[in-house]
């Protein structure tokens, strides 16, 4: 007879390998079939709410991994809260205006955009973001992210559009916006303003030299030296600025020496006269530093020098933020490029002078530089210098410089007419400031780094010389020049805006634009010209709060929780915070969740030229998107993540396990019907208390990773339970009892009813990161449950104390301590050849006392428990040949060849074998199960 037949051997179609790539698409269409997002927000409907607002990502290109990080977690966030008992809808947006957009509308059209309208230009600028919108979406969807994606929030819509035009209004309302010359990041290859978060910062060589300027009028301050001159010594890395210098900056406080040299008298700071001295080539014995020193206050009296090589006088000046940490301590100043350059020259009245077009070219008026580019000249203006002999030092540096976000080209700083939001009107900073204290930063760090980034801002600048995006509502006169802007003329064109789009700015005729007979104030002209200048994206994007929080439908302002990568403290956080406390209301995000980048493996930035880029669609392919949701709750993602192919090996076999688990469980459950076959507590052995309890802290650990938003802590602790609380024990110990027992026999009820339990919670509580697998497995379990369909319309399951022994759970911590020491044993009794499978042992168990009193209360579950076929314990010395713990005092185990013969049933070896005619081939116990059949 094959006795095998008469096993209860696992059943299941749940599949051991997941074929997840075609899996996941099944499910897919399972859940957009059934409507599963919205049935679960009609099921949490008048449920406490909890949102996580989504910072839309650029409509360009397609998704990279950067992108399934930031998704994914969103994705994990808002799922746990569902499970949590939230109604947490997810409202996926993008941001559509734009240079990145722009730009690769400018790079498809080539030379045929010279003679374009920019409302053609801004026809297919749109038409390429909503390509890449379908694009991302489907993309998105295919990772396992739930969302209204039917219905999105796009910042080119009309409703969304008119918001920001309606929002600028708010700070146009509170005096907040103006326009002034001042000097910005601006991309000469872009043709615009830049906002310190559309750059990007990477080494590059630049020149460092050290200039000469003659002074001609010392005020009386010092002699000058009639023979060789006698000059300030200035130090730049930019020379391409000198042509627009107007004045030197000393600190006030720092002291000043004059040093004479074979180049002539040099004035500089008197900490860097020894290394400037040796760099310039001076031996000791060629310079002399004179005695006296001047406070750079002493030297604010007018002192007048010659600029090297431009007829224009140059002023001394000074500033607090000059320093000593490099160059002379004397700082060239150029107003028209420098942020702290034109702070001097607002404080002497100096000119925002930059003789630098849109293109980086020099004007017409710059004398030797006229037409070249300002990096080009560089070289240009050094040997200039040189020539004249004004030039005492040119070296290399290498430097970190700011480089344009879109074509990767550096920047400059250029003083250009732009609009600015006022920091210092309404208090804007210090309310800022004040807010960021109410607001839940994790990791912490973020609120010092936004603090920080918001105490020392200058003002916002808010115009873009560009196409796609949303027009400034101002007018100039034609006539005088004077500025028209107010609330009335904003509000009036906010209600064409949301009938018909911004296009109707570049479309129009003027009189449709203003409100009627709209006259000059100065002049009485009433011929306007129209602003050309767009928005700011930043601004675009920080309005998301007030166009959908406080205008969709099942939303709430604030938001619970702004989550996106630790380089939005300067992006979105900061120009959403800026946006809603300008307008008069609080932060407008309760709590700011930060993640780290992306890197490979060996922690290095990923880029194209490096060959280490992993695209998700790759992983997705190759390995399924369930693989890549693994990878994200597997690390801590408050650090850059590491991703390599030799990772994502590493989680699919940590997948495998996890799935194998569910698995075996499902496997067993194949006759168990928790209706018919449910088991009640008192029936339940001990070592199934003892997993429910495992059980209760597994739900306790992931609640609290889910609730703390660590989900590397939901990972490890989900695949620990699997791998050491379940498959390691107790489902080994289990298979006997599920395998041999009889089919309806009570303790194999109860070992089913505990499994069943497991499972049911196990899969609820991975279901936000495993969202496919934890879905399949659950189809398998409403089978006979009559659950809901989907996992992801369930709660969580909750801790039940019940089980939350804690002598139970110390009683078998010991007992399975001194598995481990039985374990072993068996495996050195193993390698001397004595046995092959554990049943083959019997285990002799020498102990002291209390040990020995301890052991024998369980002596009925040990067999099964150590897996093996016998058992003995003696309270006696432990003899010499036995194995003898070095974890456990007074603990020792002999093993031995197991008495009797092997049962063909149930592989344990006993001396019952062979007593029954009709089954001689099988134990005591197998026969009984045979014939109650």
Request: with cysteine; glycine share 6%; proline share 4%.
């Amino acid at each position: 007879m094959d006795y095998k037949d008469t096993l209860n051997l696992p059943k299941t179609d749940f599949p051991m390998k997941a074929n997840l790539t075609k899996m996941e698409e099944v499910l897919l269409e399972r859940w957009k079939t059934r409507n599963i997002y919205k049935r679960l927000r009609d099921k949490n409907k008048g449920k406490k709410k909890y949102i996580l607002h989504d910072g839309p990502p650029y409509a360009n290109g397609n998704i990279h991994i950067g992108h399934a990080l930031n998704k994914i977690l969103k994705d994990i966030i808002v799922k746990s809260k569902s499970m949590e008992g939230f109604d947490a809808p997810y409202v996926p947006g993008w941001d559509c205006h734009g240079l990145p957009i722009e730009h690769q509308v400018d790079k498809s059209l080539g030379a045929k955009k010279r003679g374009m309208s920019r409302l053609e230009i801004r026809r297919l600028c749109r038409e390429y973001a909503e390509k890449y919108v379908n694009i991302q979406r489907d993309e998105f969807k295919r990772l396992g992210i739930f969302g209204d994606w039917d219905q999105p929030y796009l910042t080119m819509t009309n409703s969304y559009e008119a918001t920001i035009v309606r929002e600028f209004g708010k700070f146009v309302e509170r005096g907040g916006v103006y326009k002034s010359k001042k000097p910005v990041l601006w991309c000469t290859s872009c043709e615009t303003a830049l906002a310190e978060a559309e750059v990007e910062y990477s080494d590059k060589e630049s020149p460092a030299i050290y200039v000469k300027f003659k002074v001609i009028n010392p005020q009386g301050l010092f002699a000058v030296n009639p023979a060789k001159g006698t000059y300030f010594v200035i130090w730049t890395t930019t020379p391409w600025t000198l042509p627009a210098n107007l004045a030197i900056a000393l600190h006030p406080m720092l002291r000043y020496r004059l040093v004479k040299t074979p180049a002539g008298d040099l004035i500089l700071n008197q900490e860097l006269i020894e290394p400037c001295m040796k760099k310039f080539g001076f031996k000791s014995d060629e310079f002399e530093i004179t005695d006296g020193a001047w406070p750079g206050a002493e030297l604010d009296m007018g002192i007048i020098c010659k600029h090297p090589f431009i007829d224009r006088e140059v002023k001394i000046i000074t500033g607090e933020h000059v320093t000593n940490d490099a160059g002379t301590g004397c700082v060239h100043t150029a107003p028209g490029h420098g942020e702290e350059d034109y702070e001097m020259a607002l404080k002497y009245g100096l000119d925002i002078y930059s003789p630098v077009n849109s293109r980086g070219q020099f004007m017409d008026d710059v004398p030797f530089f006229a037409g070249m580019h300002v990096f080009e000249a560089n070289k240009a203006i050094n040997q200039k210098m040189r020539e004249l002999g004004v030039l005492l030092k040119e070296e290399l540096i290498t430097h970190s410089y700011p480089h344009c976000w879109r074509c990767k080209k550096p920047v400059i700083f250029r003083a250009t007419e732009q609009w600015f939001i006022s920091m210092e009107t309404d208090n804007l900073r210090s309310r800022a400031l004040d807010a960021i204290e109410s607001v839940n930063w994790i990791p912490r760090w973020g609120m010092d780094r936004i603090k920080g980034m918001i105490s020392v801002r200058p003002d916002w600048c808010i115009s873009r010389q560009r196409t796609w995006g949303v027009p400034i509502i101002a007018y100039t006169c034609r006539k005088c020049g004077h500025l028209l802007l107010n609330t009335d003329i904003v509000n009036h064109v906010v209600n064409l805006v949301e009938a018909e789009g911004t296009d109707i700015w570049f479309s129009a005729d003027t009189s449709k634009l203003l409100p009627e007979d709209i006259s000059c104030p100065k002049c009485k002209n009433k011929d306007w010209e129209r602003e050309t200048d767009i928005l700011d994206v930043w601004f675009d994007s920080g309005v998301s709060h007030a166009a959908v929080l406080e205008q969709r439908e099942g939303l709430s302002w604030p938001a619970d929780m702004y989550l996106e990568g630790s380089d939005q403290h300067r992006g979105w956080f900061h120009s959403s915070l800026l946006e809603a406390i300008g307008t008069g209301r609080d932060a407008p995000y309760r709590a700011v969740l930060t993640h780290g980048f992306v890197v490979d493996g060996s922690g290095r930035k990923m880029s194209k030229s490096a060959g280490n880029v992993i695209s998700p669609q790759e992983v997705i392919n190759q390995h399924g998107a369930e693989i890549l949701r693994l990878w994200v709750a597997a690390e801590d993602y408050r650090e850059d993540i590491r991703i390599s192919r030799e990772i994502l090996i590493q989680l699919t076999e940590a997948y495998r396990r996890i799935r194998n688990t569910c698995r075996f469980l499902l496997g067993n459950l194949y006759d168990f019907d928790p209706k018919i076959h449910w088991v009640s507590d008192d029936k339940l052995l001990e070592i199934d208390r003892w997993a429910l309890l495992r059980l209760q802290r597994l739900i306790s650990r992931i609640d609290k990773g889910y609730s703390d938003f660590e989900f590397h802590i939901v990972f490890h602790s989900l695949h620990n339970f699997c791998v050491v609380d379940m498959s390691s024990l107790y489902l080994d110990i289990l298979k006997d009892r599920l395998y041999t027992f009889h089919k309806d026999s009570p303790d194999r009820r109860a070992a089913q009813r505990t499994i069943y339990q497991i499972l049911k919670a196990m899969v609820r509580l991975m279901a936000p990161v495993l969202s496919f697998t934890s879905d399949e497995a659950w189809s398998y379990i409403v089978k006979v449950t009559g659950d809901e369909e989907s996992v992801h319309m369930e709660l969580f399951p909750e801790v039940e104390k019940i089980y939350c022994d804690e002598g139970l759970e110390a009683k078998w911590e010991r007992l399975i301590n001194i598995r481990g020491e039985v374990a072993r044993a068996l495996e050195s009794a193993r390698k001397d050849r004595l046995i092959g499978h554990s049943l083959e042992a019997h285990v002799e168990i020498f102990a002291g006392h209390e040990l020995h009193n301890f052991l024998k209360a369980s002596e009925g579950e040990l067999t099964s428990f150590f897996i093996v076929s016998s058992v003995s314990i003696k309270e006696d010395v432990i003899p010499r040949n036995a194995f003898q713990s070095k974890e456990i005092e007074g603990l020792g185990v002999i093993v031995t060849r197991a008495g009797g013969n092997k049962c063909e049933r149930c592989w344990n070896y006993s001396e019952s074998v062979g007593n029954d005619k009709e089954h001689p081939t099988v134990c005591s116990r197998c026969a009984d199960v045979l014939r109650t059949g």
